[in-house]
T-cell receptor, first 116, second 112 residues
Framework: DAGVIQSPRHEVTEMGQEVTLRCKPI?????LFWYRQTMMRGLELLIY????????DSGMPEDRFSAKMPNASFSTLKIQPSEPRDSAVYFC??????????????FGPGTRLTVL | SQKIEQNSEALNIQEGKTATLTCNYT??????LQWYRQDPGRGPVFLLL?????KEKRKERLKVTFDTTLKQSLFHITASQPADSATYLC???????????FGKGNQVVVIP
């Protein structure tokens, strides 16, 4: 398997623009996670899905952020409108979901977002 | 509030020595604790998992201990090598929710 795939790898945009980040999880994985990483706050969980259904979005900073998972092989994280403070590295991760917990999460390479 | 604390200062260590990192947590009762490695410009990579009822886990040159009384995990890299230079993150998982809460990570620099 190719691992978790994210696109784009880098995104530079201007304040107020819409940004869409994309993720393809590992085939057969039931869980998909979106994280944001900054120096100040570290790696923060934004939202996660189980079998395409959002389970917990309490980490989504505000209504400007939204995430979807229309099928088992694709998810998007959208920021509209974007602001400079959204600049960060956004990671997608997936896990098998064995049911007993303790699953390894496999991370994508991340999308480095810069909002000017 | 829940906190996961790792040393923010980089650990500089001579090649061949043992590197020891600490992960402390408060207001948390994890069922599992995991350690990940992150290299610059890359996503974290899983290293080891330890369960709440386990005291110690080993994998090659890596050793993790877990003390639920002290609310602390120690991560050891024995016979460190320059290739071990990276940032190491601890992550806690509660019961039945499959979500991880990460510490900010601790950088290790192994000096040849």
């Amino acid at each position: 398997d190719a691992g978790v795939i994210q696109s784009p790898r880098h995104e530079v945009t201007e304040m107020g623009q819409e940004v869409t980040l994309r993720c393809k999880p590992i085939s057969g994985h039931d869980y998909l996670f979106w994280y944001r990483q900054t120096m100040m706050r570290g790696l923060e969980l934004l939202i996660y899905f189980n079998n395409n259904v959002p389970i917990d979005d309490s980490g989504m900073p505000e209504d400007r952020f939204s995430a979807k998972m229309p099928n088992a092989s694709f998810s998007t994280l959208k920021i509209q409108p974007s602001e400079p403070r959204d600049s960060a590295v956004y990671f997608c991760a997936s896990s098998l979901g064995s049911g007993g917990g303790g699953d390894t999460q496999y991370f994508g390479p991340g999308t480095r977002l810069t909002v000017l | 509030s829940q906190k996961i604390e790792q040393n923010s200062e980089a650990l500089n260590i001579q090649e061949g020595k043992t590197a020891t990192l600490t992960c402390n947590y408060t207001n948390y009762s994890p069922a599992y604790l995991q350690w990940y490695r992150q290299d610059p410009g890359r996503g974290p990579v899983f290293l080891l998992l330890i369960r709440e009822n386990e005291k110690e886990k080993r994998k090659e040159r890596l050793k993790v201990t877990f003390d639920t009384t002290l609310k602390q995990s120690l991560f050891h890299i024995t016979a460190s090598q320059p290739a071990d230079s990276a940032t190491y993150l601890c992550a806690l998982e509660g019961y039945g929710n499959n979500r991880l809460a990460f510490g900010k990570g601790n950088q290790v620099v192994v000096i040849p």
